[in-house]
């Protein structure tokens, strides 16, 4: 009996305490209060573009990188471009496939990476999505000619990936989320890299991946500012942009940089840094993406720090279970993309993600477009389920079903960027 008590006893503790139990109540939100993106504590009220882009960006950027994805490590470092294969034709002659091997080398070592190039079989220079995926490249389109990846994979039963190896029985098997064909129809090209390449995903105290390249002597993990996995993945897409403005048949004043769920706030973080990046796509990027913090709405910041203690800097673990505290919200990231274009999607049953705090930040970046006198979203309502909002250099859609990225997501992305870019 004393037995039963104490099991009963530690099921009754687990239960409560020890499992997390994510908010799905809107009535049980916390009051916020966010911070104003024009109201510097050093600097006072920023009424200028100049004063934005002089005083309160550089302090809102240095606050997202010391305290939540983490700072590049100042350590130099040299980049080599190795074309392996280019003009292959694929799609039935529609593309052209390019590789390109990127190097990046410090005094510790060197690290290669491969970007994957496809752009319309027509003449360039031509606009161009540059995103980064889950399991390989050669998982986007069933191609033979591209090649797999040596690095760690996610295993996969259903996509035929096993000892964490990518295998000839997974090309394409990611297909659907990628829809190449109309990509390159509407005269896009479309680069990618695989995530895996620059960092493995999964925690093994940062030893693998790009992280050793940056240690200083006597160093065997970043420092509590320095950068976590998404701060490498977001390296790694604008290392691969360092090459796209290189190549002719790419047009680099319009490149959007596009991921999805944990690479899509990879694709934030890459496109606050590097300005070269025209348009920035958040596909269903959730809590340390698009959405805000303080609703604590489906995951938090406690529970991704627990679960993916690799992707963000130690020093955001300050804001588990607390993020009133914290000194920026993500609002303020989507402003730091003005006076460029922002699209933020999310869908309707990935409430995890939290739709309705990707929407509102969105919304709240508006001053900063204001500022720059762009056109923006700038009424607080939701839009409906499958209605997108585009509204000068913002977009937002909120699509019918769960966490994906779907043929009509790719369709709103198009038909915005069609709208920015010319
Ligand atoms: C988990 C995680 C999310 C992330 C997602 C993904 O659900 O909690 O933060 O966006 O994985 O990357 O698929």
Redesign the pocket.
Known sequence: MKYLTLTLLLFLTLSTFGQFQPNYDESKIPDYELPELLLSEKHGKIKSVKAWETKRRPEILELFADQMYGKVPDVPYSLDFKVKQKGVSILSGKALLKEVEITISTVNGALPFTLMIITPNSAGPHSCFMTIN?YGNHTLLDAKNISLTNSWVRNNEEFNITNNKATEASRGARSYRWDIDAIVSRGYALASIYYGDLDPDYDDGFQDGLHPLFYGQGQSKPKPEEWGSIGVWAFGMSRSMDYLVTDPLIDARKVAVMG??????TSLWAGVNDQRFALVISN??????AALSRRAFG?TVG??NT??PH?FNDNFTQYNENESALPIDQHMLLALVAPRALYVASAEDDR??DPKGEFLSTYHANPVYKLYGEQCIDDPQMPAVDQPKMVGKTGYHVRSGG?NVTDYDWEQYMNFADQVFN
Do not use: P, Q, T, V
């Open positions: 889950f999805h769920s944990r690479l899509g706030k269903d990027s959730g809590c340390g993406g995951e529970r991704i679960s993916f992707w995890w993600a966490h």
